[in-house]
Each structure stands twice: as structure tokens, then as C-alpha cells.
């Protein structure tokens, strides 16, 4: 099969597993991300998230990831849900936190999809990653020409919008590669206006360590005080930058079953938001991306949220 008809060949097949769109990049040196990606973390931009500061090398050129690579294959998946399935009074969960923990479904589809091209390229060398290891995603995903990185630091994408998961497979054969797109941004400044906390800190520039979604979910301790009344009512990951960009007004509803909520939460109110006991938590959130953030501080969260909801109202 030449390089081509490979290209033409696992778009077909990732479309029929469900992805969005899937293109194919060179595995290369990320000369011009690498500098900018040491930077962001010299900063310390990355908070507590020191995985990010391990096998530099490795995330910035897949050859030393994965032996013999030559190509790299980013595939997206959606998870725009059809409606907001909580209360207006419930405390805001990230639309892709509701349903079943995407790494599970995701890396279900991407075994599949190595298996099919092994059985007709023969035996192919590589490695599938779904928000895991060492890979630059988002710079994997503007190569291939999947979309530009939005001020907001997302990918974005002029059909999807952004409301959707990016996964990788990097291979040690040549699949003839796509071009990038061109940023469509342009004069735009609605994310960076509408974050609460001033964590877009330059064009696709963040710091993590004022982002409501590392404050909700990776930061150790407890939310600084300083964050408390910005929260804005998110009490796991935060939405607003997506939800304020015009390219998102392209995105339509998921058809993924295993991304459905359980209907059970969306009758909770407030207080029994407030008042949900471990039980309930495991029962409803047991096998969702929330049950990272673990039971104990999981509830902080909630109270902490719908306090800086009450504290906007007061101001
Ligand atoms: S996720 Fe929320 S807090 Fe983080 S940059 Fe976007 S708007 Fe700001
Ligand atoms: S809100 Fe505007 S500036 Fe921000 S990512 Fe979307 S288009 Fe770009």
C-alpha cells in the first residue's frame, strides 16, 4: 500500500470507529514548539503538574518515543453533549466529565484501530496514546492540519469547534502526510476577556496555577482564597473559554452512548448537590473522569462554588 492509500485508508476506518476526523503529521523534531513549551515551564506555568516537566525530549520528537516513527496520526472524538443535563442551581461540572471516563472508551477504539491496520499493513510498529505519555498533542494536532491553537490554548477546529478529546497513534510507517490550516482568531479576544481568573495570561499562554479547571482538579490542596469568589459556580473544570468562542457555535451533540450522563443527576438540586454522601458519589460518578478529583474533595469543590455563585449575586 503506498503512503496514500494508507492516509485515505485510516481516515475510512477512524471515521467508522466514530472519530470526528483523523490526520497524519511527520514525526519530527517540534523545533519551533520545543522553546516555547521550556518556557511555559521555566515559568512555572505548569503548577503541580510535574508529570509535564518529565521526558522533555521524548514529548518533543516521537522518534525517541516510539523507535523507528514516521508518522503521527491525531484523531479527534466529540463529547458536545445535546443539552446541559444539570440543574441551573447544580454546581458546573466540564461538559466532558459526565459520562463514562473517556481514556476507557477511547483507548477501546484506538486498540481496535491498531488492530484492523495490523491485519492489512502487515505487522506495523507503534504505540496509541489517549491523554497519556509523553506527546504533545495539541502541537500533533495543528501539524496535521486538524485545526489551529485558539488564544485559549485549544485546539480548534472550523467544522467542531473544540469541544472534543484528541488521541495519537505514532507509527514506524510513512502514511502520506496533511497540511497545517491557518489560524482563524484573528482580532478575537472573547476567551481572554471572559476567563474569571486572568489565567490567559498571553496568546495560547496559560497558567495553569490561576485556571479553574487545575484549581478544581489538579491542585493538591485547597483552592487558594484568592480564587474563591471566581470560581463562578465550577466545581470541576471550567468551560467558560469554550463556551465564549464563536467556533463553538458550529459544535453539534455527541453520539457516543457511553458519553450520557446517568439521568439521575440531572434532578439534583442544590442542596442535594450539597449533601450527596460518598454512596452516591461512587454510584453515580464511580466510572466518570470526576472520580479523579475523589469523594472528600470532590464535595469542597461543591460548596466552594456554589459559594462564589452566592458571593457574585451579592456583588
Ligand atoms: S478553563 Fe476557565 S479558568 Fe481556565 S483559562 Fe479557560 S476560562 Fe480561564
Ligand atoms: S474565543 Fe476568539 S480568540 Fe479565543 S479561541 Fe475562540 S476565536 Fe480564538
Not at 475510512?12 to 518556557?39: H, S, T, V, W, Y
Not at 491525531?74 to 461540572?93: D, G, M, V, W
Amino acid at each position: 500500500m503506498t503512503p496514500v492509500k494508507r492516509s485515505v485508508w485510516i481516515k475510512d476506518q477512524a471515521r467508522a470507529l466514530g472519530f470526528l476526523d483523523c490526520r497524519i503529521a511527520k514525526a519530527d523534531f517540534l523545533e519551533e514548539e520545543a522553546p516555547l513549551f521550556e518556557k511555559w515551564l521555566n515559568k512555572g506555568f505548569q503548577g503541580q503538574m510535574a508529570w509535564l516537566e518529565d521526558h522533555f525530549d521524548l514529548r518533543m520528537d516521537p522518534r525517541k518515543l516510539v523507535p523507528g516513527a514516521r508518522s503521527v496520526i491525531s484523531l479527534i472524538y466529540n463529547y458536545f453533549p445535546e443539552e446541559q443535563p444539570l440543574q441551573e442551581s447544580a454546581p458546573k461540572i466540564a461538559r466532558y466529565a459526565l459520562g463514562r471516563d473517556y481514556h476507557k472508551v477511547l483507548r477501546k477504539k484506538m486498540k481496535q484501530l491498531m488492530r484492523s491496520l495490523n491485519e492489512k499493513w502487515g505487522e506495523v510498529g507503534g504505540r496509541a496514546f489517549v491523554d497519556s505519555g509523553p506527546v504533545h498533542e495539541r502541537a500533533w494536532a495543528r501539524r496535521s492540519g486538524l485545526g489551529w491553537v485558539g488564544k485559549n490554548s485549544l485546539l480548534l477546529n472550523k467544522q467542531y469547534g473544540s469541544y472534543f478529546f484528541l488521541c495519537e497513534l505514532i507509527l514506524d510507517v510513512e502514511i502520506a502526510a496533511d497540511e497545517p490550516v491557518t489560524d482563524h482568531c484573528g482580532t478575537c479576544t472573547r476567551c481572554i476577556d471572559a476567563c474569571p481568573t486572568d489565567a490567559i495570561v498571553a496568546d495560547q499562554v496559560i497558567d495553569s496555577q490561576k485556571c479553574i479547571s487545575y484549581l478544581t482538579i489538579e491542585l493538591k490542596e485547597a483552592i487558594p482564597d484568592e480564587f474563591s469568589s471566581q470560581l463562578n459556580g465550577w466545581a470541576f473544570g471550567c468551560d467558560i473559554c469554550q463556551e465564549v468562542c464563536p467556533w463553538n457555535r458550529f459544535s453539534s451533540p455527541h453520539t457516543e452512548p457511553d458519553f450520557h450522563p446517568r439521568p439521575e443527576i440531572g434532578s439534583l438540586d442544590q442542596k442535594q448537590w450539597l449533601e450527596i454522601t460518598e454512596d452516591l458519589f461512587g454510584s453515580y460518578f464511580g466510572n466518570t473522569p470526576l472520580k479523579r478529583a475523589g469523594f472528600d474533595r470532590f464535595k469542597a469543590n461543591i460548596q466552594r462554588a456554589v459559594d462564589s455563585e452566592k458571593f457574585q449575586k451579592d456583588n
